[in-house]
């Protein structure tokens, strides 16, 4: 079954670090692909998406790409903040029934210092 | 409201004891899911509504569990039997169409004592 794996937290790094959370799936077909962020004390929130291979989602400064050779698609940051600090969940959706029925991984948590 | 309301925000419970949780979606969303999320673990996908019908109930872990929708808005998740294994943060989203963006409530921490 369709499934998503991504490394273990927490990652901890000190501000203007360079971030890499890795994510890798297995999916039959074509899934899309998302990134979502729970911040301390709010819900989940939709981070970027993407759809198809080669695709780059990007928000907030973050970028992910649709690797479908090596079945990635790692979040990365360039110069993270104090407020980026929170959990981060890799997702697909194979949307075969045409909604959006999300698997998950089972998040990192990021902390970041000043 | 602005976003997806839920409640309570916590509850406790005794094991035995039956449970409902209740999600307010965004006015005018059609599509409503609840996902379950275990300490430490990712959502995980519980089951989804298009307007008031269940499209699809597969994760609905065992007929302990039951949900509905029935004018196609608020939605309630109905636990009877409660374990302790029910412990969960249990989480609702809707979306304005099937396909599109979800957007979560803060979620329903649920303990079973």
């Known amino acids: 079954g369709n499934s998503v794996t991504q490394m273990e937290g927490p990652v901890t790094l000190s501000e203007e670090a360079f971030l890499t959370i890795n994510c890798t799936y297995t999916?039959?077909?074509?899934?899309?692909l998302f990134w979502y962020v729970q911040y301390p004390g709010e819900g989940l929130q939709l981070l970027l998406k993407?759809?198809?291979?080669?695709d780059k989602g990007s928000n907030k400064g973050f970028e992910a790409t649709y690797r479908k050779e090596t079945t990635s698609f790692h979040l990365e940051k360039g110069s993270v903040q104090v407020s980026d600090s929170a959990v981060y969940f890799c997702?697909?959706?194979?949307?075969?029934?045409?909604?959006?029925?999300?698997?998950f991984g089972a998040g990192t948590r990021l902390a970041v210092h000043p | 409201g602005a976003g997806v309301s839920q409640t309570p925000s916590n509850k406790v419970t005794e094991k035995g004891k039956y449970v409902e949780l209740r999600c307010d979606p965004i006015?005018?969303?059609?599509?409503l899911y609840w996902y379950r999320q275990s300490l430490g673990q990712g959502p995980e996908f519980l089951i989804y509504?298009?307007?008031?019908?269940?499209?699809?109930d597969s994760g609905l872990p065992n007929d302990r569990f039951f949900a509905v929708r029935p004018e196609g808005s608020v939605s309630t998740l109905k636990i009877q039997r409660t374990e302790r294994g029910d412990s969960a943060v249990y989480l609702c989203?809707?979306?304005?169409?099937?396909?599109?963006?979800?957007?979560f409530g803060s979620g329903t921490q649920l303990s079973v004592l």
């Open positions: 997702a697909l959706s194979d949307r075969s029934g045409g909604y959006n029925k999300l698997i």
């Open positions: 006015s005018g969303h059609t599509a």
């Open positions: 509504f298009q307007g008031t019908g269940a499209a699809d």
């Open positions: 993407a759809t198809k291979a080669d």
């Open positions: 999916a039959t077909g074509y899934p899309s």
């Open positions: 989203a809707s979306s304005l169409g099937q396909g599109e963006k979800l957007f």
